[in-house]
DNA sequence: TGAATATATAATAAAATACTTATATAATTA
DNA sequence: TAATTATATAAGTATTTTATTATATATTCA
């Protein structure tokens, strides 16, 4: 059973105001299930590197990614410490995996495996 | 338990940029157990008459909502055989109820009560 | 049928968002 | 330590969204 945690109309707006850009949302669902650099959205998205960077930047601000830094790339991930993850959380549960996009990369030899 | 019907990734996006906004949101709660008509929303959101139409507008245009018209009014409500009602109740059982604006218009008498 | 009321639409202006190009920062490695 | 690589940020521009003002449409009622 899912959990409905309460949350302020504002604040609900401004989350699903992020999520309703096609590539944000995508990144979120991916980050659903994995950890990923910037140059592999990159790559997955045909976005330029600051374009992505700046969605993710969005994403940041309001605390739903964070980022882990190691050598020279930064691992994106969901911030499952966030008030608003459950919420979140229940609406990329409706949304079809997106995690097909990193097998293609890991196919063509791109995919960043960590450590 | 929830019925979690998985949706496209864009028409996601759509419907959450759509209720990405503080008062189309707001709205869609209070629709989600009434039917008002649009000068009680122009009242409850102290909005301007064109605005409010013009976001009920993008709410019918993917159907989200649907309209009723009895004499001058024209009474809006959530359209439950949408494909994607289901996605969005789930989202709006997160937020907390609105109702309490529309007790507010009846107190000052400036409900449209119906028939 | 004409006036009044509720709502919609069109045109425009203002504000917010997203993308591009250029540059900065931080880590790595030769 | 200089060159390279990954990422971030800033500035400018283009695009999209929202609100405003003016006007049109539809219904009711005198």
């Excluded at 949350?7 to 950890?35: C, F, H, P, V, Y």
């Excluded at 050598?71 to 993850?85: A, D, M, P, R, V």
Aim: glycine share 4%; charged share 30%.
């Amino acid at each position: 059973m899912d959990v409905k945690v309460q949350i302020e109309m504002e604040k609900a707006a401004q989350i699903l105001k992020l999520l309703g850009d096609k590539t944000r949302l995508s990144m979120m669902k991916l980050l659903q299930n994995n950890e990923c650099c910037v140059c592999e959205l990159v790559e997955i998205y045909k976005a330029s590197q600051p374009a992505i960077s700046q969605h993710l930047r969005k994403l940041r601000d309001i605390e739903l990614v964070k980022e882990r830094r190691q050598g020279h790339w930064i691992f994106y991930s969901l911030n499952k410490e966030n008030s608003y993850y459950q919420f979140v959380l229940n609406i990329l549960e409706s949304l079809p995996s997106e995690d097909g996009r990193l097998n293609e990369l890991e196919k063509q030899g791109l995919r960043i495996s960590c450590c």
